[in-house]
């Protein structure tokens, strides 16, 4: 089948097998690989991208189902050589060490704060309770989303 | 360097609050909570990990695992796989056994079947491999295969595994005619059995320490890439050993070891899961020799979940005796080890085990006895991976239990109990009655400063008054000693090969440097850490030095990352290559600044003369010297390039006290960890940062433990952790805000004085949780129940029926 998807803002237009999985589109075909695939069972988040403006688990969406449609990544965060606040903010907090739940992560959030400007550490944690990281214990992962609410205008190249 | 001790009496109800210790974690120079050098490439999605590697005419490989836990091999068809027209080749056992390659050694000197050839012995064991031109199609041409099986009786439960009459699991091996792999003793056990007979009081029990797994989010996966002219080849793989990799590449594939080059890219998260050589690995090698083109193979989860290393599965008899006024005078344990159907424990060879007879913990006892008997089982094999120090959590669990069984017995505050029998800051280096010595420690410190910052009076009153209105909260302690960065390779090697870690430092004209290291990171911020540390030894910022690890080409020979023995292991071996530089260097300077080089003091990142500090060269001049014409000394050559090998000396003991506080709903048997408090005494930290965010991820890892994970298994060796729908971790809604401190007690022997730390929080809590848990269930008469505590366990451990939970018994 033939699709075009509106990937990080360019149109990508591509003939896929029906069975192909969004994330394996994104990794395989655009070689878009900040996306990670991490259980197929939709667990673990580590495949989390927009698909328009809501985030999906890409390791469950088919990449027909993208056919007309947004998506956004990881790699389209950075805007302009701009990095968005939520990717200092995991800088600065120590907010990843493997890096590999790390994108997903980052995309959660970036949509916890289009939605709520100035999240609880509680609420964070119910944001991103659909996703697993093993390195951190999710602490540095809070403080990391709490500093980039509280920077979203300020933030500059790392 | 070392802090005066601070509190070193018994706890009483006035002892005075341990003072602040932020002073004595700011050492100045280039150690500090630095942001890390590796983010840059993550937050932007530009990290390169094994399954992102695409390279041109790459071939993707899928491996056929067996659907039963035991059955003979009756046949393997191939012929519709090899017809589907996407396939390359499909191997089997038959082909690798033609090839003197269907079996491979494992890392505890036992062997294991690449792929099966006479039967599978596990449930997900390999059985064919499959080569295609993309993901999906190797996937389908699996079930174009078809094998006959004739199925076989398992063995499930470790406990039947010495029955008469039981099943053979190992019939491959000659002579074989039991399940019996090794008993191990350590310990005096006619002094032990004295102090028992001496002792007002005995307190036994039997605990499981339950199948886990470690599951990095990144599964186990590899390219292989054999350039058919040169005849190189190269491995990017999911590896926390490339080095020791490689050599076993060399020796059961027969290709020259110089003509691999094994790269360990990024990695997703280790935790032990990423030590040993996997079948497929071995078979994406033979892909690639047998089409000439590369083939990447990434298991899926439940591949990961269901074949590679797991942990623990320590069924433990422990026993404790002490005074009727709460001194513990010796400790006795009994073990069964189910090691799965190989024996593929990675662990020091005199050591099968693994440093388990450290059992004692940090305890000052007369005398201790342990005895370990291993069993092989129709499960997968595995057995030390998850972060667990060589077995040390299970001696944790072990003791830490037992100390607060004794505590209720002897209806002592269990905090109070450990404190009258921590060993004494004096009593370093100790040593314990199993052979360890412990390098240095600050035990009741630790354990105050824990109390203090937990409230701990308070919060026992809380649990009174809310006990009595029927709410149930729990209070629990764990105070743990590790002994961590392996090892002497007179005592320590892993399949022969020494413990010892090199280290090769470039120092360039502008004296900017690169380290090259044989451990490499899995998240552990080495990039970061180790260029701080030579940094710091040379005057440097950590911007001015890169560190290389990862890649057998270009870094030098060692063991790799595991058992935290990064940082006392390699980490050393970084100091003392830096101060070789810094020694050569000292010998250019003295050229430079025409005077002698005994004349010379390193201070404030210079070699300055003597009497006349403002004469001074640093590195960066020193290293432009030493490429010049200058005419140098005797004896030095030029350049100030160095290179060494470190084989510690012991390991070092990091140790801490950590506090957990739960909820529990009698009604549910639900948990919530409301608090949890942890202080690690890990000696120097260089990172700050980074020491916190190990402790973070192991304190998660305990509450996964305790609560939730287990890889059990039904009566026909089916398992039931084969997926995260099944196998259970936590999420950021189970794990509450840690709250971490530290106290700082330098190794002695250290060149730096630090400790590993990076499995101490794995190692330490989970006992602390349970301890918590069954604390709050005291008022129902629980005394005991296994990990994981999940909400029907904890239900039936209040109705008296607390379950068996690695078997589920139909």
């Known amino acids: ?139 540095n992962i809070v403080r990391s989303i709490v500093w980039a609410g509280q920077h979203e205008a300020g933030a500059h190249d790392a | 360097m070392t802090p005066e001790p601070l509190i070193t009496e018994p706890l009483t109800a006035d002892s005075p609050t341990p003072e602040p210790l932020t002073a004595e974690l700011v050492t100045p120079g280039a150690y500090g909570p630095v942001r890390r050098k590796e983010d840059a490439r993550f937050i932007r999605g530009k990290g390169l990990f094994v399954d992102d590697i695409q390279l041109p005419g790459m071939l993707y490989g899928a491996v056929l695992r067996s659907p039963l836990a035991h059955a003979r091999i009756v046949s393997v068809d191939v012929e519709s796989a090899l017809a589907h027209p996407q396939v ?91 399940n019996h792999i090794f008993d191990w003793e350590a310990g005096d056990e006619a002094a032990t059995a004295a ?14 320490y339950p199948r886990s797994h470690p599951a990095p989010l990144e599964t186990c996966g590899i390219v292989a890439d054999l350039d058919t002219v040169s005849g190189k080849l190269t491995l990017w793989a999911t590896t926390q050993a490339p080095h020791a990799h490689r050599t076993l590449y060399s020796l059961v594939v027969g290709i020259p070891e110089h003509k691999i080059r094994v790269v360990s890219p990024d990695v997703g998260g280790g935790f032990g899961n990423k030590v040993p050589v996997y079948p497929g690995y071995i078979c994406a090698i033979v892909g690639t020799m047998l089409t000439g083109r590369p083939v990447k193979w990434m298991e899926d989860r439940s591949e990961n979940l269901m074949s590679t290393s797991f942990a623990r599965d320590y069924h433990m008899h422990g026993e404790i005796a002490a005074t009727r006024d709460g001194r513990i005078l010796a400790l006795r344990a009994r073990v069964l080890g189910d090691h799965g ?85 004096e009593q370093f280096p100790y040593t314990g009655p199993t052979g360890w010595e412990y390098d240095s420690g600050e035990y009741p410190r630790a354990l105050n400063l824990a109390l203090d910052m937990a409230g701990y009076a308070e919060l026992r009153k809380e649990q009174a008054d809310k006990r009595a209105r029927g709410e149930y909260m729990g209070i629990g302690l764990s105070f743990f000693t590790e002994g961590v960065g392996a090892g002497p390779r007179a005592h320590m090697d892993i399949l022969g090969f020494g413990m010892a870690d090199g280290a090769d430092l470039r120092v360039f004209p502008t004296g900017k440097a690169v380290l090259a290291i044989s451990v490499q990171t899995q998240g552990q911020g080495h990039e970061t850490t180790f260029a701080q540390i030579v940094a710091q030894e040379l005057g440097l910022s950590p911007d001015d030095v890169d560190v290389v690890h990862g890649d057998t080409d270009r870094t030098p020979f060692g063991l790799g990352t595991y058992g935290s023995r990064s940082t006392p292991v390699s980490g050393a071996a970084a100091v003392v290559v830096a101060r070789k530089v810094r020694e050569r260097a000292r010998l250019v300077a003295a050229a430079m600044l025409e005077v002698s080089a005994d004349d010379l003091d390193w201070s404030d990142g210079a070699w300055r003369v003597r009497g006349d500090p403002e004469q001074s ?54 948990v919530k960890v409301r608090r949890f408090i942890a202080v690690d005494d890990c000696g120097v930290r260089i990172n700050p940062m980074i020491v916190e965010g190990q402790v973070h991820g192991g304190l998660a890892d305990g509450v996964g433990m305790a609560l939730m994970q287990v890889i059990a298994f039904d009566t026909d060796g089916n398992c039931l952790g084969g997926s995260f729908m099944d196998y259970l971790l936590p999420t950021a809604l189970e794990c509450p805000s840690w709250e971490l401190g530290a106290t700082v007690t330098p190794s002695p022997h250290h060149p730096i ?55 589920a018994v139909s």
Not at chain 2, 195 to 208: E, H, I, R
Request: hydrophobic share 40%.
């Open chain 1, 1 to 139: 089948m033939q699709i075009t998807v509106y990937v990080n803002g360019a149109t990508c237009t591509a003939t896929v097998e029906p069975r192909l999985l969004l994330i394996h589109f994104l990794r395989d075909d655009l070689r878009l690989t900040g996306s990670h695939w991490g259980c197929d069972t939709s667990n673990c988040g580590a495949c989390v991208v927009w698909l328009d403006d809501t985030p999906v688990k890409s390791c469950t969406v088919l990449a027909v189902m993208a056919d007309g449609r947004r998506v956004l990544t990881v790699e389209g965060l950075e805007q302009r050589g701009r990095l968005d606040p939520v990717q200092e903010g995991f800088a600065r907090c120590h907010g990843l060490q493997c890096g590999f739940c790390t994108p997903g992560m980052m995309m959660t959030a970036r949509w916890l704060l289009d939605h709520h400007p100035d999240p609880s550490p509680q609420e964070i944690r119910e944001a991103i309770s659909g996703q697993i990281c093993r390195c951190t214990g999710y602490e």
């Open chain 2, 88 to 178: 390359e080749a499909v191997i089997t056992g038959e082909m690798l056994a033609a090839r003197g390659l269907a079996w491979m050694p494992t890392l505890s000197g036992d062997v294991q079947a690449v792929l099966a050839t006479d039967k599978v012995r596990y449930q997900g064991q390999e059985i064919a491999f499959v080569v295609a031109r993309d993901r999906y199609s190797a996937r389908d041409a699996l079930e174009l295969i078809s094998v006959e099986y004739e199925p076989l009786p398992p063995v499930v439960d470790a406990q039947r595994a010495l029955d008469p009459g039981a099943p053979v699991v190992r019939d491959d091996l000659p002579g074989k005619t039991d």
């Open chain 2, 195 to 208: 102090a028992f007979a001496a002792a007002d009081v005995v307190v036994t029990q039997d605990m499981l």
């Open chain 2, 341 to 425: 159907a190989f024996n593929a424990t990675a662990q020091p060879t005199k050591y099968p085990a693994g440093f388990f007879h450290i059992f004692t913990g940090s305890y000052d006892l007369q005398a201790a006895h342990c005895q370990v008997t291993a069993v092989h089982t129709n499960k997968a094999p595995g057995g030390v991976a998850y972060a667990c120090s060589f077995r040390i959590t299970e001696a944790v669990y072990l003791v830490e239990r037992m100390v607060d069984l004794l505590a209720r017995e002897l209806e002592m505050d269990p905090a109070q109990l450990r404190m009258q029998n921590l060993l004494r800051p």
């Open chain 2, 617 to 670: 060269a640093r590195i960066p001049e020193i290293a432009m010297a030493a490429h010049s014409s200058l005419e140098l000394p005797e004896g030095v050559e030029g350049h100030l390039d160095a290179e060494t090998v470190y084989n510690p000396p012991n390991l070092t003991f990091p140790f801490g006290a950590y506090i957990c506080v739960t909820d529990v709903d009698p009604g549910t048997g639900v």
């Open chain 2, 753 to 807: 004085g630090a400790k590993g730390v990076g499995e101490s929080a794995t190692v330490g809590s989970p006992a602390a949780v349970v301890n918590s848990v069954l604390d709050a269930l005291a008022p129902f008469g629980v005394r005991h129940a296994d990990m994981p505590l999940t909400p029907a366990n904890v239900w039936s451990a209040i109705q008296g029926r607390p379950l068996r939970t690695d078997l």
